[in-house]
């Protein structure tokens, strides 16, 4: 049996004592965060949860012998890797549109020490549906939806002081044309400065990054804007899938994007959506993209009006 | 809406287009009057309170060695010495002269407050961190004034060959939004082309470019300095555009306003705006040297109906008084001005403009068929805005 089925089975084990009756669980084999493992548990009576499991062992702590104690230093160290999780929870506590935190006895998470290795645990609301994988053909009234449902989660977000930061197709749950957004472990809020001490730092996933966060300064702003970005590439892949392997550079080149869009579908509704819409989206400079995003969702329901 | 850009000789012009309300605001020039003629002046006549009143501070004249100051001389919030970055090390300074600025300004009892402005020949020059600094601290003298806040620019036109740093300035501007309600642009137009009112497709591309994501960002938008070429900035949502009687006020040069060493000061031609040319006619050589036969003709392609277009047809030349030769300038500009004003979607002002301008075109081809033995009217300026709004709508997806 590999280490992490075992942490799992111990995990599952201390909640079963704390009350929680799980009837099954099983491990997902889902691509996230290197360090996660994501385990999908059914509570008797209840519906499915996600149990996740994080690694936050220091390196300090791998070349300390098992049977030693873990001292103050190492204590630190798991709590400083936890950081992003902590947010992800906080977040998740404030924007009901995220999945919602289970509450494990008092605690919204807890640790396990295992051997030469530190965990934090936590238990999710499962959201029905499956990530966002695109299919063959999606028509301007599933795009327009898909946007419209991205807004309102940024708006949700953003009214509570949060950006996700890391919205992605792997983030974004499907159900039936229903979207979902998942996974705020790199969310910011918006009143913090980004507290990093080094300039040219990345955050997010590369390929639906917006431009300021390829290289983010130690003074840089965060707003809602950040997001729109690539709820832009998003709905620009789904439209037109030659761009799903568009490479990175090409795909946020907005002159090849907007050729290979209007090849894609030259009828007047595709021109007004991506004109009025996803060109804004897509704006190299986050404040051309919207000035507010109930301005943003007042102009996509005109466009609505327009291309039904 | 139109306002007066303040110019040398100004009262009888200034009160004349006052008196037929041709003008919303005006814009001083410290280095042309002092403040306390001004103030007189305005306490006299009634008219200059009904509109807006700001002043262009010119702190950038302190930037150039050799410019000359003229009024601006005896000014407290200009340094003793020339504006650079050493001079920005002193902050105590630079505070001291920024308050002194927003004392200036209260002094003329502006009706919205203008940051002073530092020359920009580009978009990364290192003075712009230093501008952004003093933005900061003007802003934190005036904010809790009541008044409007407009962030005052001068760029040098090359700065819009390209619009890559461009782009960074706008997100750089974005900083404002809450603080500043509207930004004031001065562009320092290239002096190389000898043809009236041209301008580079690509400059002018990204200037409308520059305008647009302004607007976006809901700032009110004043043009200092321009001339026709400003139904361009009208149709991308320009608010505000402020111009002047003679030429060097409605189109800034470096050279001329006395940034530099310069004298090259013409006796200024008498001309009439045409609306159906989109140009600027010599009253002598484009008009009335037509030949009779064809006047009636020409006449109805050139004239507006404006209150000179009868002086022209009737009297000589030499007894046409220049100022009513400006009065018909601002007469065409507040003609142009409304037609934008009614239209809301950039989108149709831009069609509007396209329409204007290729009627123009037309215009101007006839004008030059028929004439015999007068002189031609360029189309080159039609021609390069045509181009440049092509651009700037193929670009911004319009």
Redesign the interface.
């Known amino acids: 049996m590999r280490k992490i089925d075992k942490v799992i089975e111990t995990i599952i084990e201390i909640l079963k004592q704390s009350n929680l009756k799980i009837c099954s669980y099983s491990k997902l084999n889902v691509r996230s965060g290197q360090n996660k493992t994501i385990v999908c548990i059914t509570i008797e009576d209840e519906k499915e949860y996600i149990l996740k499991i994080v690694d936050v062992t220091p390196e300090e702590m791998m070349l300390e012998n098992e049977d030693k104690e873990i001292n103050e230093a190492i204590k630190f160290e798991i709590i400083s890797l936890s950081q992003r999780i902590f947010n992800e929870l906080e977040m998740s506590k404030k924007c009901p549109n995220l999945p919602q935190i289970r509450m494990i006895g008092d605690s919204f998470y807890k640790y396990i020490i295992f051997k030469d290795k530190a965990f934090m645990y936590y238990i999710e609301e499962k959201i029905e549906g499956s990530m966002l994988s695109y299919k063959d053909n999606y028509t301007i009234q599933e795009v327009i939806s898909f946007i419209e449902q991205m807004a309102i989660n940024i708006k949700i977000m953003s009214e509570n002081g949060y950006i996700h930061r890391d919205i992605k197709p792997n983030n974004i749950i499907e159900n039936n044309g229903k979207y979902n957004l998942i996974d705020g472990g790199i969310c910011k809020r918006i009143e913090d400065d980004e507290n990093i001490t080094v300039a040219g730092y990345r955050i997010g996933t590369t390929r639906y990054l917006a431009p300021e966060q390829e290289s983010v300064s130690a003074n840089m702003k965060w707003t809602f804007q950040t997001d729109l970005y690539p709820v832009g590439i998003i709905a620009t892949e789904m439209f037109v899938p030659k761009t799903r392997h568009l490479p990175h550079k090409d795909i946020r080149d907005i002159q090849i994007v907007a050729k290979e869009w209007f090849e894609n579908d030259n009828s007047e509704a595709s021109k007004i959506l991506f004109k009025k819409i996803v060109a804004n989206l897509l704006n190299e400079v986050k404040a051309l993209r919207s000035n507010s995003i109930d301005e943003f969702i007042v102009e996509l329901e005109k466009v609505k009006e327009v291309i039904k | 809406m139109i306002y007066l850009q303040h110019g040398p000789m100004w009262k009888p012009k200034t009160e004349d287009l006052l008196d037929k309300q041709l003008v919303n605001g005006i814009i001083w020039d410290p280095r042309e009057e002092n403040i306390e003629r001004i103030n007189m002046v305005r306490k006299e006549n009634s008219n200059y309170n009904r509109i807006s009143n700001v002043v262009d501070l010119k702190w950038f004249y302190k930037q150039f060695p050799n410019s000359t100051m003229k009024n601006l001389e005896s000014l407290d919030y200009f340094p003793d010495t020339i504006i650079d970055r050493n001079y920005f090390r002193d902050i105590e300074e630079v505070k001291s002269k920024v308050k002194k600025m927003v004392e200036f300004q209260e002094k003329m009892n502006v009706t919205e407050f203008l940051s002073p402005s530092l020359y920009m020949a580009s978009f990364n020059e290192r003075i712009i961190d230093r501008l952004f600094d003093v933005d900061d601290l003007f802003y934190e003298f005036v904010k809790k004034s009541g008044k409007e806040i407009i962030l005052s620019l001068i760029i040098h036109e090359s700065a819009f060959d390209n619009d890559t740093y461009m782009?960074e300035f706008?997100?750089d501007?974005?900083?404002y939004?809450g603080k500043y309600t509207g930004v004031y642009l001065v562009i320092d137009r290239d002096n190389s082309s000898t043809i009236r009112h041209s301008f580079s497709e690509t400059r002018l591309a990204n200037v409308l470019k520059f305008i647009y994501?302004f607007k976006?960002?809901?700032f009110k938008v004043i043009m200092g300095y321009t001339g026709i070429e400003s139904i361009n900035y009208m149709a991308v949502g320009a608010d505000i555009i402020a111009t002047g009687w003679f030429y060097s006020l409605r189109r800034f040069n470096r050279l001329e306003k006395g940034l530099e060493e310069y004298s090259n000061m013409g006796r200024a031609k008498k001309r009439y705006l045409s609306l159906n040319l989109l140009s600027e006619l010599t009253i002598d050589d484009n008009i009335q040297s037509i030949p009779s036969e064809q006047k009636s003709e020409l006449y109805k392609l050139i004239f507006n109906g404006n209150s000179l277009d009868e002086e022209i047809k009737t009297q000589a030349y030499e007894l046409i008084p220049m100022k009513n030769t400006f009065i018909q300038y601002f007469e065409g500009m507040n003609e142009l001005n409304s037609k934008f004003d009614e239209i809301e979607e950039v989108e149709d002002k831009l069609f509007e403009l396209e329409n204007m301008i290729n009627n123009a075109i037309k215009n101007v081809d006839i004008y030059n068929e028929k004439r015999q033995g007068i002189g031609s009217i360029t189309k080159k300026h039609l021609l390069d805005y045509l181009n440049a709004i092509k651009k700037f709508k193929e670009e911004?997806?319009?």
């Open positions: 782009k706008i997100d501007i974005s900083n939004i994501s976006k960002m809901k911004n997806y319009i």
